[in-house]
């Protein structure tokens, strides 16, 4: 008998997209409530696709690349994202 559950159904996409895709699984230890992402996955796929604006960010901001950069992303995707008021004419 085949299970029919919401919670069935996110572990059988999550087994194709791990298996199918280039999806990777994190855990709540890794997970970063206030910005809404994994930051050691972000940071590795922009080092990984972006390898030279990487290393000019990197020698630009030191050790503290990691730490101080995801915050300003948040407040930068938030802005984007952030419904704008309607246009008046």
């Known amino acids: 008998m085949t299970q029919t559950t919401e919670k069935a159904f996110e572990t059988y996409v999550e087994e ?8 990777k699984s994190g855990t ?4 970063d409530k206030d910005r809404a992402l994994f930051p050691a996955q972000v940071f ?8 030279k604006l990487w290393a000019e960010m990197r020698a630009l901001h030191a050790a ?14 938030n802005q984007e994202l952030a419904p704008r008021p309607a246009a008046r004419f």
């Open 28 to 31: 709540n230890a890794e997970w």
């Open 64 to 77: 503290g690349w990691n730490r101080c950069s995801s915050p300003r992303w948040s407040k930068n995707w």
């Open 44 to 51: 590795a796929f922009l080092q990984e696709t972006q390898p």
């Open 16 to 23: 194709i997209l791990l298996t199918r895709g280039a999806w």
